[in-house]
């Protein structure tokens, strides 16, 4: 089973920026899809950014252009730098992994909510 620590929330002010970074353990980074979603304050999961093993990458429309996702896969990492933050990004920033879509894409991700495993959150608040 995968194991996900997210780490490097915090309070923000708009226009701020914010580093997340995921420690995955328990499996070798390379085999799975990752990236990451968030969940605001009394609403559903909302898919952000994925990157698999095979260099696809893709934001969700809301995110394009402010936010930037990367893995380091020798170190079983995985990165969300976020510039020019708003406060709809306010939320709990999750990581996850998953291994069982081949060949990796990001779609059954992004459109499906197929996120396989992840932690238990980092939160991101957005306020002046």
């Known amino acids: 089973q995968l194991q996900i620590v997210e780490s490097g929330g915090g309070l923000v002010q708009p226009g701020g920026s914010l580093r997340l970074s995921c420690a995955v353990g328990?499996?070798?980074?390379?085999?799975?899809?990752a990236g990451w979603f968030r969940q605001a304050p009394g609403k559903g999961r909302e898919w952000v950014a994925c990157v698999t093993s095979n260099g696809i990458i893709e934001y969700a429309d809301s995110v394009k252009g402010r936010f930037n996702v990367s893995r380091d896969n020798a170190k079983n990492m995985v990165y969300l730098q976020m510039v020019s933050l708003k406060p709809e990004d306010t939320g709990v920033y999750y990581c996850?992994?998953?291994?069982?879509?081949?060949?990796?894409?990001?779609?059954?991700?992004?459109?499906?909510?197929?996120?396989?495993?992840w932690g238990q959150g980092a939160q991101v608040t957005v306020s002046s």
């Open positions: 996850f992994g998953n291994r069982n879509i081949k060949p990796p894409r990001c779609t059954p991700v992004s459109r499906q909510g197929r996120y396989g495993y």
């Open positions: 328990g499996w070798t980074l390379d085999d799975y899809v």
